[in-house]
Protein backbone atom coordinates (compact mmCIF):
# COMPACT_ATOMS: atom_id res chain seq x y z
CA UNK A 1 0.00 0.00 0.00
CA UNK A 2 1.45 3.39 -1.12
CA UNK A 3 1.92 5.95 1.45
CA UNK A 4 2.45 9.63 1.27
CA UNK A 5 3.57 11.50 4.25
CA UNK A 6 4.21 15.30 3.87
CA UNK A 7 6.13 17.77 5.85
CA UNK A 8 7.42 21.57 5.94
CA UNK A 9 4.46 23.44 6.07
CA UNK A 10 3.64 26.50 8.81
CA UNK A 11 3.53 29.68 9.35
CA UNK A 12 5.83 32.20 7.28
CA UNK A 13 5.61 35.62 6.05
CA UNK A 14 4.94 37.06 3.09
CA UNK A 15 7.37 37.22 1.04
CA UNK A 16 9.38 34.07 2.59
CA UNK A 17 9.87 30.91 1.17
CA UNK A 18 8.93 27.45 2.53
CA UNK A 19 10.02 23.72 0.95
CA UNK A 20 7.64 20.92 1.66
CA UNK A 21 8.89 17.68 1.16
CA UNK A 22 6.94 14.12 0.46
CA UNK A 23 7.85 10.93 1.10
CA UNK A 24 6.52 7.86 -0.89
CA UNK A 25 6.65 4.28 0.68
CA UNK A 26 5.20 1.19 0.30
CA UNK A 27 6.70 0.41 -3.20
CA UNK A 28 5.44 3.00 -5.58
CA UNK A 29 5.74 2.23 -9.13
CA UNK A 30 7.67 3.77 -12.31
CA UNK A 31 6.95 5.04 -14.38
CA UNK A 32 4.77 7.77 -12.34
CA UNK A 33 4.00 11.50 -11.46
CA UNK A 34 4.50 13.10 -8.33
CA UNK A 35 3.25 16.42 -7.72
CA UNK A 36 1.44 19.07 -5.81
CA UNK A 37 -2.45 20.05 -5.30
CA UNK A 38 -3.61 22.84 -2.74
CA UNK A 39 -6.70 23.79 -0.90
CA UNK A 40 -7.26 27.12 0.41
CA UNK A 41 -10.57 27.52 2.86
CA UNK A 42 -13.63 27.73 1.02
CA UNK A 43 -12.01 26.89 -2.54
CA UNK A 44 -11.65 24.19 -4.69
CA UNK A 45 -8.45 21.70 -4.43
CA UNK A 46 -6.08 23.20 -7.81
CA UNK A 47 -3.25 21.88 -9.16
CA UNK A 48 -0.04 23.45 -8.06
CA UNK A 49 2.44 21.12 -10.14
CA UNK A 50 4.09 17.71 -10.65
CA UNK A 51 7.18 16.52 -12.23
CA UNK A 52 7.27 12.83 -13.56
CA UNK A 53 10.38 10.51 -13.43
CA UNK A 54 12.13 11.81 -16.11
CA UNK A 55 12.38 14.71 -13.90
CA UNK A 56 10.24 16.90 -16.15
CA UNK A 57 8.29 19.26 -14.49
CA UNK A 58 5.26 21.18 -15.02
CA UNK A 59 3.71 24.06 -12.93
CA UNK A 60 0.31 26.35 -12.62
CA UNK A 61 0.50 29.55 -13.64
CA UNK A 62 0.19 30.70 -9.86
CA UNK A 63 3.07 29.23 -9.08
CA UNK A 64 5.28 29.53 -12.07
CA UNK A 65 8.80 31.65 -12.07
CA UNK A 66 8.62 31.45 -7.94
CA UNK A 67 8.26 27.44 -7.04
CA UNK A 68 10.50 24.37 -8.20
CA UNK A 69 9.35 21.10 -7.41
CA UNK A 70 12.48 18.07 -7.58
CA UNK A 71 12.47 14.29 -6.55
CA UNK A 72 15.17 12.30 -5.29
CA UNK A 73 14.25 9.28 -7.08
CA UNK A 74 16.25 7.13 -4.95
CA UNK A 75 14.12 7.70 -1.64
CA UNK A 76 11.04 7.93 -3.71
CA UNK A 77 11.09 12.08 -1.69
CA UNK A 78 9.07 14.42 -4.04
CA UNK A 79 9.54 18.42 -2.98
CA UNK A 80 8.32 21.95 -3.46
CA UNK A 81 10.47 24.53 -2.78
CA UNK A 82 8.11 27.98 -3.01
CA UNK A 83 9.13 31.63 -3.12
CA UNK A 84 7.92 35.12 -2.43
CA UNK A 85 4.48 33.54 -0.68
CA UNK A 86 1.87 35.88 -0.22
CA UNK A 87 -1.32 35.33 1.81
CA UNK A 88 -2.78 33.85 -1.44
CA UNK A 89 -0.60 31.06 -1.08
CA UNK A 90 -2.43 30.06 2.03
CA UNK A 91 -3.95 26.54 2.31
CA UNK A 92 -3.68 23.08 2.57
CA UNK A 93 -1.11 21.37 0.60
CA UNK A 94 -1.29 17.62 -0.63
CA UNK A 95 0.77 15.37 -2.00
CA UNK A 96 -0.12 12.91 -5.01
CA UNK A 97 1.25 10.52 -6.58
CA UNK A 98 -0.15 8.98 -9.97
CA UNK A 99 1.29 5.52 -10.87
CA UNK A 100 1.18 5.59 -14.91
CA UNK A 101 0.35 2.17 -15.91
CA UNK A 102 -2.97 1.44 -14.29
CA UNK A 103 -4.18 5.07 -13.42
CA UNK A 104 -3.87 4.13 -9.37
CA UNK A 105 -3.56 7.98 -7.22
CA UNK A 106 -2.53 8.24 -4.09
CA UNK A 107 -2.59 11.35 -1.96
CA UNK A 108 -1.15 12.09 1.08
CA UNK A 109 -2.42 13.71 4.35
CA UNK A 110 -2.13 17.22 3.82
CA UNK A 111 0.31 19.83 5.36
CA UNK A 112 -1.03 23.26 6.28
CA UNK A 113 0.76 26.44 4.64
CA UNK A 114 0.46 29.90 6.42
CA UNK A 115 1.00 32.65 4.91
CA UNK A 116 0.74 35.99 7.14
CA UNK A 117 0.82 39.54 5.55
Known amino acids: QVQLVESGGGLVQAGGSLRLSCAASGGISSPNVLGWYRQAPGKEREWVGNMNSGGFAAYADSVQGRSTISRDNDKNTVYLQMNSLTPEDTGVYYC???????????WGQGTQVTVSS
Open 96 to 106: TALIIFGGSRY
